[in-house]
């Protein structure tokens, strides 16, 4: 009696999971090449500066994303230099702020929690 219980269960889930979309909760992960910065780069501090990324094989629902972050890194990641810019240009300008340190830095950008890039390192004087 327990077995046919138990067979009974298995085939009933089976049935239950099979009948669920497969689409439901997929996210593609995504990483973006960013073109520029690149280790050519200075960025001057209080410059306007353009960070350039590669959207050739970006997913449909790459602009899906609501509120992108754009990070100067090794610098800490609660002062972001924008966000909330579109990703499908594949471009954002940003103002560098006077208050980093000079030295090498990259830039990452994180978009939804499952898109991110990291660029090439680059000089800030």
């Known amino acids: 009696m327990i077995w046919a219980t138990l067979i009974v269960s298995l085939i009933s889930l089976l049935a239950l999971t099979a009948s669920l979309p497969l689409e439901q909760g997929k996210?593609?992960?995504?990483e973006p090449w960013i073109i520029s910065p690149d280790e050519h780069t200075t960025w001057r501090l209080n410059s306007q500066q353009t960070v350039v990324w590669d959207t050739t094989n970006a997913p449909p629902n790459f602009d899906e994303c609501e509120d992108p972050y754009l990070y100067l890194i090794p610098a800490q990641y609660t002062q972001y230099l924008t966000h909330g810019f579109p990703l499908?240009?594949?471009?954002?300008?940003?103002i560098v702020p006077g208050d980093y340190h000079p030295g090498q830095y990259r830039v990452d950008l994180m978009a939804c929690g499952y898109y991110e890039a990291t660029s090439q390192r680059f000089t800030l004087l």
Not at 88 to 94: D, E, K, L, R, W
């Open 27 to 30: 996210r593609e992960i995504y």
């Open 88 to 94: 499908s240009p594949g471009n954002v300008t940003i």
